[in-house]
């Protein structure tokens, strides 16, 4: 084996300030794993040598290491396997080892087997063994330090846990520096199924931890990409004293990395690439001692990562690139292996959407701009509107030619940006008040509509979110819903809904609990990190309203953990107090604070819904109160209309049509920090009876008027303002 350059150490100098003067990071070791950039104007094709852009491809490793990052090389996100042959990886490796050395930027690569490609056969552990060693020379001859990457040839030829054990002695006894292990699970590469000689989780990590046992001091940590984050807690608890956890689950990686009383992850991240100016400032916030602010930065991340990594996870390197491009990182958006084609247009539109959200893109018209180019390409610019926008209805079918909406007068353009024919005879901008990219439609505000085409409506309009019921889902299929709402290219803002969770009886207690686990499941297919509870009345025959809360806080202490294990947030929605004796008796903000406080904020939040608290005094107060905490897990729009009718669950009105100020709730919530969706939800026979497309465009009209739109022309004096505002 070769060892590191003299004055070299295995991970670059780790103390090195990154260039631009910022302290470097300390609490935790964080490195983004990164993307390559492909040379666009190379003659090669799918199956042949990767092209890659050097001069791009290390200027995007400068720019990880200027934030202060260390960079993963050639990992998964680089195309190993998928594109990225092994002499392009090496290449690469000894390219990227220069740099670190030159820049003081921490650096570890993958070396893996991936020059394998014939048929295995019974002596293939010798050849694996070969690969592996290869691999690792080339690694340590760039100074960096090695990760030994899962490998699909030793999946396939082990004939259980002795064979890793061998093959992985055999390589931890050679290496120069303590090396990383990957345990890389089988939704990011179906090959890798029973990885560590098991399909059972627990016996592989037993296998795993046997190898870390038997080499005392040559593992420096394991990555974990399991998208399993109890898994990896437990994993890590059970790890030796100095070998690191790594987290690679993409899904869960704020709570993995800010850690619990029994310790901590470290992170190897995918999706650090497009996030790395504001991964890097969230981690400094856990270097001067504050989870809160860590939190209050990457936790909204996690919707843009939930749909990067979606099913089939393996294409998640596709929106990646889209985004390095769309922030100017690169000019072009093509990839090694003809890559960029595998995510759908839906999907790469709603990436932009949720990336331009958080503030990702130092340039947003550009962005924005490159985004419509790319659509225009494919004749789908009418059909994906751009924040702000609306969508052009399909032109009905004739002869002659189609006139599109295109970019705006003064739009940027940039020599390097795919090309369409433009028309600037017409804007394609509306004002920012007219922004639906937060809307979102509950499913039983148009009840009369089956999913599908709910699902297809909201496409047309424009509304980028549904809010579901599980009934409706139950009797379509919860997985086929899922695929449904994932294929049209929407996001699901939240499940309706669990709780009732008030009985006195053990066996309806029981029966509740279950019913409430499966509502978490049914979530989690779904995509959605929120479910709503409707906590239930007083029992029959009672009228303990204190003990009924109890019983509420002792469910959501049975359920808050295995909601939190899936992903899935539990959102308490107070209700009018005329619901309290059969439906919710928990009727205030204040009420249902006082239940998700006992709680961690991103285990249990409250509902903000105007038709229920327009009527309180404290509501704007309790808003507040919700918002410093992170509580606010949804936020639900209807008008109060008079007279009620009979049975008053059917009463809620049409926006603009009653007394709420719904735009002052938005301005309210939004000033607590809430910047998720905003859902219609309205049970109203009249709307039911109407054509849905109409129905739909009115709902899009009035929370264009009466929501997102801010009044002319200006804000109404203080003696205007309704008391109730707090």
Known sequence: MTAPPPGSTASGPAAAPPPGGRPPLCSRTVFAAAHVVADPYADTTPDGPAAVDWDATL?????????????AEAMDTAQRGTGLDWPA????????????????????CGAGTDQITDQLTDGSLAAIRAAYEEQLAVVEAAG????????RALAAAARGPEDYLDVYGHLLRQAAQPVVLHWLGPMFDPALAGYWGSADLDAATDTLLAVIAAHPGKVDGVKISLLDAPRERALRRRLPPGVRCYTGDDFHYPELIAGDPQGFSHALLGIFDPLAPLAAEAVRHLDSGDPAGFRALLDPTVALARH?????????????????????????????????????????????????????????????????????????????????ETPVPAPAPGPGPVRGRTE??????????LTAPTDTTAPTHLTAPTDLS????????????????????????????????????????????????????????SLCRGGFLTALDPGERAAALDDNRAAVDEAATLGTDTLVLVSGGLPAGSRDLPGARERIADALGELAPYAAERGVRLAIEPLHPMYAADRCVVSTLAQALDLAER????????????????????????????????????????????????????GRGQLGDGVVDLRWFRERVEAAGYRGPIEVEIFNPALWDRDGTEALAEIVDRFRRHVAARPEPGPPAPDERNSYKG
């Open 59 to 71: 200027a995007f490793r400068h720019h990880l290491w200027s934030h202060g990052l260390g960079v």
């Open 89 to 108: 990886a090496a290449e690469l490796i000894r390219r990227s080892g220069a740099e670190a050395r030159a820049a003081g930027g921490r650096l570890v």
């Open 144 to 151: 960096a330090q090695a990760v030994l990457m899962a490998s």
């Open 308 to 388: 990067l990594f979606q099913e089939p996870t393996r294409h998640y390197k596709t929106g990646v690139v889209l985004l390095a491009w769309l922030a100017g990182h690169q000019s072009h958006f093509t990839m090694v292996g003809g890559l960029q084609s595998a995510r759908s247009l839906p999907h790469l539109h709603r990436a932009h959407e949720l990336a331009a959200a958080l503030g990702l893109f130092p340039d947003p018209d550009l962005a924005a701009h490159r985004m419509r180019r790319l659509l225009s390409v494919y004749g789908a610019e009418d059909a994906f509107p751009a924040p702000g």
């Open 408 to 417: 705006a007068p003064g739009s940027p353009r940039t020599t390097d940006d």
């Open 438 to 493: 937060r809307l979102s439609l509950n499913q039983e505000t148009l009840r009369q509509w089956s999913l599908p085409e709910l699902a297809d409506g909201c496409v047309r309009a424009g509304v980028p979110a549904v809010g579901l019921w599980r009934a409706p889902v139950q009797a379509y299929g919860v997985a086929a819903a899922a695929r449904l709402v994932r294929a049209a290219g929407l996001r699901v803002s």
């Open 599 to 650: 709680f961690p904020a991103d285990r249990v939040g409250v509902v903000v819904d105007t038709y229920h608290l327009w009527w309180d005094d404290t509501a704007g107060a309790q808003i507040d109160r919700a918002g410093a905490a992170a509580r606010i897990a949804a936020f639900q729009l209807a008008d109060w209309v008079t007279p009620l009718p009979e049975g008053v669950l059917l």
